[in-house]
């Protein structure tokens, strides 16, 4: 996981190749300007999600994890807690959606909460459990989220 602000002195050099174009997007696109739904990057290997949601009283809330692909979760504005615990590969499914890949998990331990306000970024690779979405202080706000969605296949690259 990688947990950062576009308001940051991060340049994310660091990061594969991947994850700085989707960051680069991220900090140059309006997304208030745009519609609720999905956007190609670069064909179905990078595509963004646009939404506009309310965040979720944490026992309405489920923790998730993505086989193929990481999520660049993006607030360009709101603020949520954002449930974070490694996979150890022992955690129950209690559902799957697959043609998302989508998997909602049973049972984990071992969570951390970020608060998650406007200019923050989350990179979630399959390894990270996540729960997206909570309502900060039990008070579920209406804001929009922005979603890039990166297929681990280009993550080999070089740095």
């Known amino acids: 996981m990688i947990f950062s602000s576009l308001n940051s002195t991060n340049d994310f050099s660091l990061c594969p190749s991947a994850i700085r174009r989707a960051v680069e997007y ?4 309006d997304f208030f300007q ?11 290997l990078m595509y963004v999600k646009v939404f506009d949601q309310t965040s979720i009283p944490f026992e309405d809330t489920r923790p998730e994890i993505h086989h193929h692909y990481a999520d660049v979760q993006y607030w360009p504005e ?14 129950t499914v209690a559902e799957t959606h697959e043609s998302d890949d989508l998997y909602f998990l049973e049972g984990i331990q071992n969570e951390s909460f970020i608060h998650c306000l406007p ?12 729960r997206p979405s909570v309502a900060y202080e039990g008070k579920p706000i209406t804001y929009r989220k922005v979603v890039v969605k990166v297929h681990m296949d280009l993550m080999k690259d070089s740095i």
């Open 78 to 91: 709101g603020e949520d807690l954002a449930g974070i615990t490694p996979n150890p590969g022992t955690y």
């Open 119 to 130: 200019g923050c970024i989350a990179v979630y690779f399959p390894w990270d459990v996540h």
């Open 26 to 29: 991220l900090k140059t696109t």
């Open 34 to 44: 745009m519609e609720p739904g999905d956007y190609p990057l670069e064909g179905n």
